[in-house]
């Protein structure tokens, strides 16, 4: 235990550790892994039977965000956003309410760019360009209003 203090106290970790944009891009990582792998078992298990490969797509796709957003709204609001408390104490739907509106943005630039990408590439590259494309519209847009930090208080 005492190992894991020193290495928690370094100067890089803790750096890694205050950095809002390092915590939201670990958050954002966490989410792709749920994000492709709910679209890969939609794909391949969940929604073998339906016969359209494009409807197939589309219904995996949108459980994938879904998932990947649950996921990704949870860890920002107890980690990455923890010191804005002004807004954190919020009721807990509200602000799922404002992270779905802010995140729609790039939930909708996500599925556009893997829909569009996914005849030229295969699916799961098409959906990790697109994460990666849209998690910094998703990070500003969360930032100023999801977790935006109350009036009077300090950054």
Known sequence: MNQVNTVMQKPIVQWVLN???VKFGSVGLSGTVVNLFVLFVGQEY???SVESDDFRLTVSLALAIFCATINNFIWNRIWTWSDRKDDIDRHFFVQLGQYFIACWVAIALQF???TAMAGYVHYMTASLVAIVLSSVVNF???DAWTFKIGAGAER
């Open 112 to 114: 556009v760019i893997t």
């Open 19 to 21: 950095n809002r944009f």
């Open 140 to 142: 500003f847009l969360n």
């Open 46 to 48: 969940l929604f073998k």
